[in-house]
């Protein structure tokens, strides 16, 4: 089981990024998806999180600029970043809580991906 971030990249201050998280592999179920973000020198903070049923949470510091939703069909999780500020310069990381088999659970976490902005 992985978890396959996409969708970052280098954007100027106010511009917009769509980031996208694929899970695949022997999958049960998924409950709850969200991103983590971390800079250099920081502990990992939690930017957006979704359950099943799609009920989400936001960072403070990201509320009314970023969106986070899923395609449970496709096992995917976005976060849709508008606004975007220098501040959000990190890797973000996509997590998800996998169901492997009934009553089987496993922590997965991608690669993590670089969103950079700048002018």
Known sequence: VQLVESGGGLVQPGGSLRLSCVASGSIFSINVMGWYRQTPGKVRELVAGISGGGRANYADSVK????ISRDNA???VYLQ???LKPEDTAVYYCTAAIELSPGSWYDCWGQGIQVTVSS
Not at 64 to 67: I, L, N, S, V, Y
Request: proline share 0%; hydrophobic share 20%; no cysteine.
């Open 64 to 67: 009314g600029r970023f969106t």
């Open 74 to 76: 496709k096992n995917t």
């Open 81 to 83: 970043m508008n606004s």
